[in-house]
C-alpha cells in the first residue's frame, strides 16, 4: 500500500514538473511575440544584415504608350532586383550598406551604391552608369554629406541617433497598436516548415500579419479615433521622443487639432471611394524569431488590383530581410572612407557641371579638408 502511495505522488510530481516545463517553453501568443521581440531588438548592438525587393507581377494596360514602349518599362520592372547587405554597430555608430539593383535581359546592367553613415557624415560611393555622363574621375569615389554642418547651415539641430531611443518609441508605438487592434483579426501563428523560408534562416516560431480590402476600413478608423490621438498623446509627455524626431509641441497641437476635425463622414467617403477603385488587396508579412526572441527574419507579399480613371492594373513586391551575428564583433568591408576616395560635395557638383541644376545647392555638407586633383581614376564599381 505504501508503495502504490509513494509511486503515486512520484508520478504526480513528475507530470506537474512535466506541466509546468511545456508552460514555460511553449511559443508565445502572435502579439506577445511581438511586442517581446521589438523589446529584445533594442539589446542588438551589432549585426550583419541582407536582403531584397522585387516584383513578382505586374500588369498594367498599354493605352497611355506605345506597345514597344509599354513592353519595354514593363520587362524592365519585371526584372529588377533591388537588393542589399550590410553590418551595423551602435557604439561608436557606424553602419555600412551596398545597394546592388541589377536589370536582367537583353540590357542586363548591375549598379552597385555602397553606403557608409556614422553619427555625423554619410558618404555615397558613385557609381559607374553608361547612361549619365559622369566624369571618369570621380567615378568609383565617395562624395561626403558632413550632416553636422548641414544642420547648422538650415539652422537646425543635428537629428538624434540614439538607437536605444529609438527602439523604446518604436516599442512605446507598437504598444498602443497592438493595445487597439484584435490580435485574431491581424496575427496568426504558422508552422516554422510551412512559412517557407529559406533554408538558412533558423528560427523557433513564425508570425504572420495579414490585410485585405475588408480590413481596411475598420483599421483606418481604428487609426483615427484610437491609435493616432494616443500616439500624440505620448510624444506631448515625453520631451526625449520629441527631440528624436525634431518635433515641436505646436506641431504635435496642429496634429490633434487636425485629426479633431476629421468627420467620420468624410473619412467614410474616402474609404467608399477607395474600395471602389481598389479591387482586391492582399498584405502578408512573416516574421521569424530565434530561439533569444530576436526578431531575425522579415518577409512582405503586397499584391494589389486598382481599375480607376487614371490607372488599372495589378501588381505585386515582395521583400526580404534577414538578420545575423546578432551583438558579435561584425566584419566592416569598407570602414569609414578617407584621403583620395573622398571628394566633397561641392567639388563634385562642379565637377558634374550642374548637371543636376540647382537642386545640388546647399548639401556641401563638409569642411574642404579632403580634396581630389581630377586626374586619378578609380575602379568603375
Known sequence: MFKSKLGFVVLSILLTVAIVLSGCTKDKSPKEALQSSMSKSAEMKSYNFKGNMKFEDINFPQEDMSANEAAAVINTLKSAELS???????????????????????LAVTFNVPIVMTGEKVWVKIPNIPMLPIPEDVVGKFVELDLKKLAEESGQTLPSMDVGK???????????VFKNVEEKDYMTEIKVKDAGLP???????????????????PFVNTVIDKIAPEIIDLLSKNEDYRNLLQLKQQDLDDAKKALSDVKSGEVADGLAEMKKELKSLEIKSNIGFDKKEYPVYTDATIKAAIESADLTGSMGIKVVSQITGINSEVKFEIGEPKGADVIPMD??????????????DGLDGTDGSTSTDGTDSTESN
Do not use: C
Not at 170 to 175: G, K
Not at 199 to 217: G, L, P, R, T
Open 347 to 360: 567639388q563634385l557638383e562642379e565637377k558634374l557641371g550642374g548637371m543636376f541644376g540647382r537642386s545640388m
Open 84 to 106: 542589399w547587405t550590410g553590418a551595423y554597430r551602435a557604439d561608436p555608430l557606424l553602419m555600412e550598406i551596398n545597394l546592388q539593383l541589377a536589370l536582367k535581359g537583353d
Open 199 to 217: 533554408a538558412d534562416v533558423d528560427v523557433n516560431q513564425v508570425v504572420q500579419f495579414h490585410m485585405d480590402k475588408s480590413q481596411i476600413e
Open 166 to 176: 529609438s527602439q523604446k518609441l518604436i516599442n512605446d508605438v507598437l504598444a498602443i
